[in-house]
T-cell receptor, first 114, second 111 residues
Framework: SAVISQKPSRDICQRGTSLTIQCQVDSQVTMMFWYRQQPGQSLTLIAT?????????ESGFVIDKFPISRPNLTFSTLTVSNLSPEDSSIYLCSVRGTGLYEQYFGPGTRLTVT | KQEVTQIPAALSVPEGENLVLNCSFTDSAIYNLQWFRQDPGKGLTSLLL?????REQTSGRLNASLDKSSGRSTLYIAASQPGDSATYLCALYTNAGKSTFGDGTTLTVKP
């Protein structure tokens, strides 16, 4: 299994600012992902964080809005830029193990944009 | 494209009742299926993982089954407790390396 921590757990930000979320995993993992969960909805994959190279973004998500860093196999950051109220969501870091490919999630970061 | 449906969207039961949550999918070329629990405002906790070659997995009061031929999985919860109240999501990981999540079933267990 993998234990994932995220910082911050929640934040309230003003429109037009940015928030950077950190994700730390207790073991080295190849596959790391960032998800968004808007109120009352299921999960939407934002991007796959690739170690040492640019993230792979899903349709509808762009690097300028959601820059991602992944300097090593245990850490990643997601920045949500130029915030608007529509960005108010829970952002979740996730990893997938090898072998059984079981997926694990962090506790989430609840972002409210005012 | 894989589609995952969870019915019902919400379920309310009295404490002690046994219940079944359903998950249906359209593409049987899956690597595994996972059931998660999510408490309000929190992350997802993995409950059970069923590999493609397996028919069921059990953990305590939980039992998950997988029938690829009919495109269905069920999560059985025995002797439900108020602490089981949460949203339950199923997720499929396909051979193409893609994950698809259902919208979840929100369970309320009344004391």
């Amino acid at each position: 299994s993998a234990v994932i921590s995220q910082k911050p757990s929640r934040d309230i930000c003003q429109r037009g600012t940015s928030l950077t979320i950190q994700c730390q995993v207790d073991s080295q993992v190849t596959m790391m992902f960032w998800y968004r969960q808007q109120p009352g909805q299921s999960l939407t994959l934002i991007a796959t964080a690739n170690q040492g190279s640019e993230a792979t973004y899903e349709s509808g998500f762009v690097i300028d809005k959601f820059p991602i860093s992944r300097p090593n196999l245990t850490f990643s950051t997601l920045t949500v830029s130029n915030l608007s109220p529509e960005d108010s969501s829970i952002y979740l870091c996730s990893v997938r193990g090898t072998g059984l490919y079981e997926q694990y999630f962090g506790p989430g970061t609840r972002l409210t944009v005012t | 494209k894989q589609e995952v449906t969870q019915i019902p969207a919400a379920l309310s039961v009295p404490e002690g009742e046994n219940l079944v949550l359903n998950c249906s999918f359209t593409d049987s070329a899956i690597y595994n299926l996972q059931w998660f629990r999510q408490d309000p405002g929190k992350g997802l906790t993995s409950l059970l993982l069923i590999q493609s070659s397996q028919r069921e997995q059990t953990s305590g009061r939980l039992n998950a089954s997988l029938d690829k031929s009919s495109g269905r999985s069920t999560l059985y919860i025995a002797a439900s407790q108020p602490g089981d109240s949460a949203t339950y999501l199923c997720a499929l990981y396909t051979n193409a390396g893609k994950s698809t999540f259902g919208d979840g079933t929100t369970l309320t267990v009344k004391p």
